[in-house]
């Protein structure tokens, strides 16, 4: 898959090497701003809360 | 010696595949340990700020009886006049909206990361995600109740990350824009996330009518895994109005 992409890239290696460090900035990005904060809600780590329905996502 | 072109690229889509995970992984570690707190020392600081403007611009405040449910039975005895102007009491404070900022939380035990931590209105991810997190339907501070709080011990600024430091004794400080409630720490205890007697006006007493003000702390136990909640109960022991100025104990840090 990345020597794909790679191999996709347009350009001489330096514009390459460019759009690949840009590619992992939008990909680091999206997962920061919207994947990470979904996954945090549903993964039980952070629950600091009693709640009646907290036994839902506990690990026993 | 010869491999097959199948077989290679069969390990090729492997690596690619397990070379993804781990920095999936790792990236989600970084994402948790460093930005979150990033984040949210950026939200307590603007809601510090907010604290600060509402308490300065509240020169004249509108008294509001209302208070909490669970309260109602222990504050109903005084409240029954609506002549103004009256004294401002723990009892006759107006119940925040969700999200909002209403008072500054101080544990000399814990000055590094609980000092004039703002306390929230609410316990879902958005308030904890600024400071200290009050149970909406519970007592407010310096109330005959449960004024009851939650924080994160782990990741998005982690105000509670020394709980285990806490001794029965500590004092812990609420401030609010009347003045200063001191409780004195007294018991904790390790729950199950569903144990949500630990909160009632009189935690282990379903029902019955509350004569104390406590304050109730909740987190996560153990820090990194969640599976229980560590819960440390106090009661009210000093109140100090504006014109008698902070109590000794806001005095303390540094010293901790």
Redesign the interface.
């Known amino acids: 898959m990345y020597a794909w992409i790679w191999s996709h890239l347009p350009g001489p290696t330096a514009v390459r090497v460019l759009v690949a460090v840009l590619l992992v900035a939008v990909v680091v990005a999206v997962l920061f701003l919207f994947v990470f904060p979904w996954l945090e809600q549903v993964l039980p780590f952070g629950d600091v809360t009693v709640d009646a329905l907290a036994g839902n996502n506990s690990v026993p | 010696m010869s491999v097959s072109r199948r077989t290679r690229s069969i390990a ?2 492997a690596a ?1 595949v397990l ?2 995970v781990g920095a ?1 992984v790792l ?2 570690a970084v ?2 340990l460093w ?2 707190n990033v984040q949210a020392a950026r939200a307590t600081a603007s809601a510090r700020t907010d604290i600060a403007a509402s308490w300065e611009a509240a020169t004249s405040p509108v008294v509001t009886v209302s208070p909490p449910a669970d309260a109602g039975a222990a504050s109903g005895s005084e409240s029954g006049s609506s002549e103004a102007p009256l004294p401002d009491t723990p009892e006759t404070q107006a119940v925040p909206p969700i999200g909002k900022g209403f008072a500054l939380m101080s544990i000399p035990r814990l000055a590094d990361s609980v000092w004039e931590m703002p306390v929230i209105q609410g ?1 879902s ?1 958005d308030e ?1 995600a600024k400071g200290i ?1 009050h ?1 909406p339907d519970t007592a407010l501070p310096g109330q005959i109740g449960n004024f009851a709080t ?7 600024g982690e105000p ?1 990350k020394d709980f285990d430091r806490l001794k029965k004794g500590d004092r812990v400080v609420v401030e609010t824009q009347d003045g200063w409630f001191v409780y004195e720490l007294e018991k904790d205890k390790i ?6 007697w ?2 009632d006006p009189v935690p282990g007493d379903p029902g019955a009518i509350p004569t104390e003000a406590l304050i109730t702390l ?3 136990n153990p820090r ?4 229980e ?1 560590w ?1 440390w109960w106090g009661t009210l022991v000093e109140t100090r109005d504006r014109t008698q100025g902070p109590p000794a104990e806001l005095a303390e840090r540094g010293e901790a």
């Not at chain 2, 939650?150 to 998005?156: D, G, I, L």
């Not at chain 2, 990194?224 to 599976?227: E, G, K, N, P, Q």
């Open positions: 090729r889509v690619d070379i993804t999936l990236l989600f994402y948790q930005w979150t316990v991810a904890l997190g149970y939650a924080a994160h011990r782990a990741t998005n509670f729950v199950l996330p569903s144990d949500t630990v909160i909740t987190t996560c990194w895994a969640s599976y909640r819960i």
